[in-house]
């Protein structure tokens, strides 16, 4: 019972790890002030990797099994420590529990633009992200690599290595590449299995593997899709013509619908809108020529628009002047302006009663007849 003090009487029969965590990638069994008793069970579960180290040294990597822990299946543990078949005693060692199981949904993304030349746009700044899955291939080399003496190491500790990584080999393969940007969108499935291929020995070395690698979104300053923007409703706008009849006959519409003679003016204004707006574009598309702006020939310019009459009006005996017909309809809807008022406007013979032009009688409402007697 002597040699068995010497250990603390407390010895370790079995080794298991159940992982109820989604991150962890390596968990280190606690053997502290403990020693493994000859002929433990170590069971390694699917999905799960164990890791012998001995005295600082990788001793053994067991797969998924049930062990027991005896000199015939430790050879090498066995040549360390110079055991022989008939040696029974406990010993000590630390064994890491590695899962190497798909680590999903992590994100990769570039930090700051990427400068790449575009055939169209030449010079621009790209950022992009996405998300990629992990796996745990070479438990040994991931241990001596990367894991060392750490007791409990998660994903996020190589998460940031691996996003280095990444967007290293994703700036080169973008600026390599010549994909035009408008044209990215439609061959992101490429473009992530070429940086999925060019991160692979780097990942490689670390004893890991990239099974999924996806790029969700490459997208350009926010000034450049602005511009993008209008240059896409340009496009949509199409023929500029249609689009002018089309927009002065809503213009029509909603004035037609405005009672009262302002109203009526309007859309007598917009009808005429609209005419020119068709004979615009009937000249556009065949001109006194037979020609057409799409075949080269001269189209004419339209027509300067006539000047606005103006007229002078007399208020409190006074000559007030010149207005323009808004500016009259804004008086006579004040009472200002009545049908007896007198007008005048360059080349009218005289000063005559609004109610005698006509050209300003729609200013006043219609005047029902006498009754009769």
Known sequence: MAFFDIFGGEFIEIIEWTDDTRDTMVWR???VGKAIKYGAKLTVREGQAAVFIHEGQLADVF???LYMLETNNLPVLTRLQHWDHGFRSPFKSEIYFVSTTRFNGL???TRNPIMARDPEFGPVRLRAFGTY??????PARFMTEIVGTDGEFTSDEIAFQLRNVIVQEFSR???ASGIPVLDMAANTDQMGKLVATAIAPTITEYGLTIPEFYIENISLPQDVEKMLDQRTSMGILGDLDRFAQYAAAEAMGHASQNPGAAGAGMGAGMGAAMGAAMGMGMAGRSGPWGQTPQSGGAVPPPLPPRSATLWHIALNGQ??????RQHLERLASEGRLTRDTLVWTAG???WRKADEIADLSGL??????????
């Open 29 to 31: 069994f606690p053997t």
């Open 63 to 65: 797969q998924p099994g």
């Open 107 to 109: 994100k990769w993304g």
């Open 133 to 138: 899955s992990m796996r745990i291939a070479d």
């Open 173 to 175: 393969m973008v600026a």
């Open 319 to 324: 000559a007030e002047g010149p207005f323009d």
């Open 348 to 350: 009218q013979d005289g």
């Open 364 to 373: 006043f409402p219609a005047m029902p007849p006498p009754l009769p007697g």
